[in-house]
C-alpha cells in the first residue's frame, strides 16, 4: 500500500536528493525531473512510500518506480536510507543496462553484484535483507539519534488514554520529522530548497490546531485488481467502490491493467475486500441470471451492458436507501421545519467536505491524473436484467485486522 502524507512528501524530497546525489557522484548519470539520463535516452524514475511489513524497499520495473518503506521514514539514519537507496538504484541500473533482457536477469544475481562491485559497493548494499537496528548502530549520526529519541518518546504518548495527549502526540511526532527532513533536505540544495522549505516550516503552526488533523491522515493508494485488459466488470465494480469513500484510479503495469483506489486507510482496506469479492460475485451472478435468461444474455455486449446495469442498480438502491433513511429522520424528529432544513443541509455539505477531501487525496496521490472515455455496444434489456440484479446485491464485508509489525526485525530488499 502506498502512502502520501505531508512527512512522506518531506522524506521524499530528502530521498530524490539523495538519488541526485548518488547517480552523479557514483554512477556518472544525471537526473533531474523524475528523468534518468542514459546512453542517449531518457528514462523515467519516480519515489514512493510504501506501507509493508517484508520489504525495505522495492523496484517496479513496470512503472519505472522505488518504493521505501514508511518505517525507514521514521525509524532509519541518512546512511542506512542510502545503502537501500542505493540497492534498488542498482535494480533500476540493470533495467535499463540489459533492458529486453532484464526479465531474465536474476534479482540478485551474478549480474546484480557485478554493478554493485562496479559502483565500489559492498555487502551493506548488495545484501537482499537488512536489519534496521543493527544498520543504524553502525552509522554515527548525533543529530539523528537527538531527533529519534525525541520520537520515541511522542509515539509512545500516542497510546495514551487521555485522547487529547494521543493526538497532540501524533501531530507533534509529525511536526518533528516534518522539521528533520525538510533540514536535511535544506543542506544538501539550499538553492533548490530554500523557499519551498520556509513555506513548508510556516505551515507547520496548521499542525497545532486539532481541527485540521485530517491534513495529517495518511493518504493511502493500493492496487485492488489486476487483469490483462480492463472490460465491464471492471468498470462496475469502480462504480460501486465510489459509494464507498475512495477514489478509483485506472493504470497500467506493463502489460497489464490495474484498478487502484485512494483514499483514507480505513477506506482503502474495506475497498480491497470489497473489490475482491465483486470481481468473484459479479460472474457468479451474471451466470445464474444467464441461466435463467439464455437468450437474452448472449454474447460479449450482452454481458457488458449486463455489468453496467448491475453499477446502475447498485446506486438506485443506495440513493433509495438514503431518501428512506431521510424521511425516517423527518418523520421521527419533533423540531421546527427550520431545523430539519438546517439539518438537511448540514448533511449535504458534510458530504460535499469528504467529496473535496477525497478530490484533494487524488490530488496528492496523482497530480497529473488524465480522464478517459469508454463508448460501447449497449443491450436495453441486458442492461435492464443487471440494474435489477445490481438492486438485489449485497455486499458482506469482514475486513482482517493485522499487525504490520515483523517480530524478527529482518527485512528484506527487493
Known amino acids: 500500500m502506498r502512502i502520501y502524507n505531508r512527512t512522506s512528501e518531506a522524506f521524499l524530497k530528502k530521498v530524490v536528493l539523495f538519488a541526485k546525489k548518488i547517480f552523479l557522484e557514483e554512477m556518472s548519470l544525471h537526473f533531474t525531473g523524475k528523468k534518468v539520463h542514459f546512453q542517449g535516452t531518457i528514462f523515467p524514475l519516480d519515489f514512493v512510500v510504501f506501507e509493508g511489513r517484508r520489504l525495505w524497499g522495492y523496484y517496479d520495473h513496470g512503472q519505472y518506480t522505488i518504493g521505501l518503506n514508511k518505517l525507514l521514514m521514521y525509524e532509519a539514519k541518512d546512511e542506512v536510507i542510502k545503502n537501500v537507496l542505493r ?31 562496479s559502483f565500489g559497493y559492498d555487502e551493506r548494499v548488495y545484501a537482499a535483507r537488512s536489519n534496521l537496528e543493527l544498520d543504524n548502530a553502525q552509522v554515527i549520526d548525533p543529530e539523528f539519534d537527538k531527533v529519534f529519541s525525541k520520537l520515541q518518546k511522542l509515539l509512545s504518548l500516542q497510546s495514551s488514554d487521555n485522547q487529547h495527549e494521543s493526538e497532540l502526540a501524533t501531530i507533534k511526532a509529525n511536526e518533528l520529522l516534518l522539521e528533520y527532513n525538510l533540514k536535511i533536505a535544506k543542506k544538501f ?3 533548490d530548497l530554500s523557499s519551498h522549505a520556509n513555506g513548508q516550516m510556516n505551515d507547520l503552526n496548521d499542525l497545532k490546531d486539532l481541527n485540521k488533523m485530517n491534513e495529517e491522515l495518511d493518504t493511502c493508494v493500493d492496487v485492488v485488481i489486476t487483469a490483462k485488459k480492463s472490460n465491464a466488470k471492471h468498470e462496475a465494480m469502480s462504480s460501486i467502490l465510489r459509494h464507498f469513500f475512495v ?17 483514507t486507510r480505513s477506506n482503502v482496506e474495506i475497498a480491497k475486500y470489497i473489490a475482491t469479492y465483486l470481481d468473484r460475485q459479479l460472474e457468479e451472478i451474471f451466470l445464474q441470471e ?38 425516517k429522520l423527518q ?3 419533533n423540531f421546527m421545519a427550520s431545523t430539519s432544513m438546517h439539518d438537511e443541509f448540514a448533511a ?28 460501447a455496444r449497449h443491450d436495453v434489456h441486458a442492461n435492464s436484467l443487471g440494474q435489477k440484479s445490481g438492486e438485489n446485491l449485497k455486499i458482506h464485508t469482514a475486513i482482517n485486522s493485522g499487525s504490520s509489525q515483523n517480530s524478527s526485525g529482518t527485512f528484506y530488499l527487493n
Not at 247 to 258: G, I, M
Not at 364 to 372: E, I, K, V
Open 87 to 117: 540497492h534498488e538504484l542498482v535494480h533500476f541500473y540493470a533495467h535499463i543496462f540489459y533492458r529486453d533482457q532484464y526479465p531474465r536477469v536474476k534479482a540478485h544475481g551474478e549480474e546484480f553484484r557485478n554493478l554493485c562491485k
Open 189 to 191: 540544495s539550499a538553492n
Open 247 to 263: 477514489k478509483t484510479v485506472y493504470s497500467r503495469f506493463e502489460d497489464l491493467f490495474a484498478l487502484e483506489v485512494v483514499g
Open 290 to 327: 444467464k441461466k435463467k435468461n439464455p437468450k437474452l444474455l448472449k454474447g460479449v455486449v450482452a454481458k457488458n451492458s449486463f455489468m453496467r446495469g448491475i453499477a446502475l442498480g447498485y446506486k438506485k438502491k443506495l440513493e433509495d436507501y438514503k431518501r428512506q433513511q431521510q424521511q
Open 331 to 333: 418523520q421521527q424528529q
Open 348 to 375: 449535504k455539505n458534510a458530504l460535499a467536505l469528504i467529496e473535496d477531501d477525497l478530490e484533494e487525496r487524488l490530488a496528492q496521490a496523482y497530480p497529473s491524473l488524465s480522464s478517459r472515455k469508454t463508448y
